[in-house]
């Protein structure tokens, strides 16, 4: 299993970026997704969640009515779309999959997922 993201980079405050991890090795439409970010210094933490067949998400407070997950099973991509930017959203960004599939409560703890990306990173200047 193989998940790439894309998509990071330096953008100033209040702008938006669109985050992307594209998937491999596995039955992407089956799977329920997950993107996590860890900043310098900190524990890597939730952000967002979206089940298997895109019906249901969940985000993280602090991101809430800024960041939008959505999916693409055709191309086997999940997608962090990030407006609003803040300078405490300065991370590196990751995706996950879950071990099971067919996955629809939300999922929020870095233990409930077994496969990562490399990351990427997100930068916003104040």
């Known amino acids: 299993v193989q998940l790439v993201e894309s998509g990071g980079g330096l953008v100033q405050a209040g702008g938006s970026l669109t985050l992307a991890c594209v998937v491999s090795?596995?039955?992407?439409?089956?799977?329920?997704m997950g993107w996590f970010r860890q900043a310098p210094g900190e524990e890597r933490k939730f952000v967002a969640f979206i089940s298997w067949t895109g019906a249901r998400t969940s985000y993280a407070d602090s991101v809430k009515g800024r960041f939008t997950i959505s999916r693409d099973n055709a191309k086997n991509t999940v997608y962090l779309q990030m407006n609003s930017l803040k300078p405490e959203d300065t991370a590196v960004y990751y995706c996950?999959?879950?071990?099971?599939?067919?996955?629809?409560?939300?999922?929020?703890?870095?233990?409930?997922?077994?496969?990562w990306g490399q990351g990427t990173q997100v930068t916003v200047s104040s």
């Open positions: 090795g596995r039955t992407f439409s089956s799977s329920a």
């Open positions: 996950a999959a879950p071990p099971s599939f067919y996955m629809v409560v939300p999922r929020t703890g870095e233990d409930e997922y077994d496969y």
